[in-house]
Structures are given as C-alpha cells and as structure tokens.
C-alpha cells in the first residue's frame, strides 16, 4: 500500500509537540496507531516503522514525546544520553501529551475512531501506561517494555498499578535473554493482568535480546522480529477493524 508521510505539530496544551505522521496515500477512513519510540529518541529506525503500519493500513502517529528537551535524539551506542532523556519524562504529562494526540488524530477526516497504542523499549512502557489511563486505546502491543510492573523510581507508579483502567487487549513482546526485564517480571506481569482479568497474550522468546525488532542494533532478530510483525499487525486488524 502506498504511503505519504510528513513531520506535522500536535497541540498539547500550550505547546507543539512535533510528530511524524503516515498514512495509506489513499482511501480510508483507517483505524489509527501511536507508535511509541525508544529511549534512543524520534529518529529514522521509528520513522520506518512507522511508515511500515501504515502500508498495513493504519494512520501511524510518532509523537517525540522529548520535544521539551533540546539535543532529543542520541545513537544506539549513547545509553547514557538514552537514559538522561529517559529520566526528563513525567508519566503524567506523557498521559497528557497521548490524550492530546488522540485528540489530534479524531478531527482528521483519514482516521476513524479506532486507536491502538504500541512502542518500543521505553515505548513499550508507555503504550501499555497509555492504554491503562486512555479509555479511547481499544488495543495494545508493547514491545519489551521494562518497568511496566516494578517502577524504577520508587515516587513514580509502575504502569500496571493502573490496570483497573484498561479498556484494551494487550499482545506484548519480550526477550528471554533481555538483560534490562527478567524474567520474574514478564511472568508477574502476565499473572496481574490475568488477575485482573483483562485480555492478553504475552509472547516470550527464549532466544531473542532487548531491541529484537530494530535492524540497526546488533540485538535485530530478523526470524522473532518478521512472526512479531505478523501478530501484531493481525492483532490490530481483528480489535481495531
């Protein structure tokens, strides 16, 4: 499906928040996307991937959610700088920033009011927080999300803590060998959404490393990243429509 993108500014609040923007160049109106960006920042890899949900048929929305923050995109080999900006987050002004962009994406004639979250890394993270505090999220695919069950700062609630308010399936990706999420904390978080009783499935693959779906980082697990893609991209069909 051929695509058209562009680098467009969403309002939240008093601010722009800029945002890379796809769509299918024809047709619709299409179900919509947020897709959640690394800690790494808003560069080409989510840029491509973006692109990519939308040839599938989805309106695609990349929001920089560090547009606050000056020099807001570092290399795959800069963890350092990944995590200073990491850390410049507030989960309530990302809440915000989200409710703000699906807000956006309501009054464009191309969308239909069927919206899906899914990131990656960091993203990951803040696709399933989105869809816990966004009840207009009908389904969500994070993609090795750390911390969605035990904060890393302790003034800050871990997502799931929000679980209550879910209003949407999750498919989510993790990596048996992701040195940054053990184990113990995929299966805690499958255990408290099936407690909670919402809707899941959570894949994990035994063999595949944090960043399995990033083709710029020597974690890329080409066979785990293509049957990913295909379940997600099934998934967002059968909730979104």
């Known amino acids: 499906m051929e695509v058209v993108s562009q680098e467009i500014s969403v309002p939240s609040g008093a601010e722009k928040m800029p945002a890379h923007l796809a769509r299918p160049a024809i047709g619709g109106p299409y179900p919509a996307l947020l897709v959640f960006m690394e800690a790494f920042g808003l560069n080409d890899h989510i840029r491509k991937i973006t692109d990519r949900f939308a040839a599938e ?22 963890l350092q700088g990944a995590f200073r900006l990491m850390g410049s987050l507030n989960d309530d002004q990302v809440v915000a920033d989200m409710g703000a962009a ?74 048996g060998k992701d040195a940054f999420i053990p184990i113990e904390e995929v299966d805690t978080f499958r255990d408290a959404l099936r ?25 890329f697990h080409p066979t785990h ?12 069909k059968q909730h979104l429509g």
């Open 195 to 219: 407690k909670a009783g919402k809707p899941a499935e959570v894949v994990l693959y035994p063999d595949a490393d944090h960043g399995f779906m990033c083709d710029e980082r020597p974690s």
């Open 57 to 78: 048929g989805f309106v695609a929305l990349a929001p920089n959610l560090y547009f606050r923050q000056p020099n807001n995109v570092v290399g795959y080999n800069d």
């Open 225 to 236: 990243s293509k049957e990913a893609w295909a379940k997600t991209i099934a998934f967002f």
């Open 102 to 175: 699906i807000a956006y994406l309501k009054t464009q004639r191309e969308v239909k009011p069927a919206f899906g979250t899914v990131g990656f890394c960091m993203g990951g993270r803040i696709s399933f927080l989105t869809a816990c505090r966004n009840s207009d999220v009908k389904a969500a695919a994070p993609y090795y999300g750390g911390g969605m069950v035990k904060s890393r700062q302790p003034e800050v609630k871990a997502p799931i803590e929000y679980v209550e308010g879910l209003k949407a399936p999750v498919l989510a990706f993790f990596g």
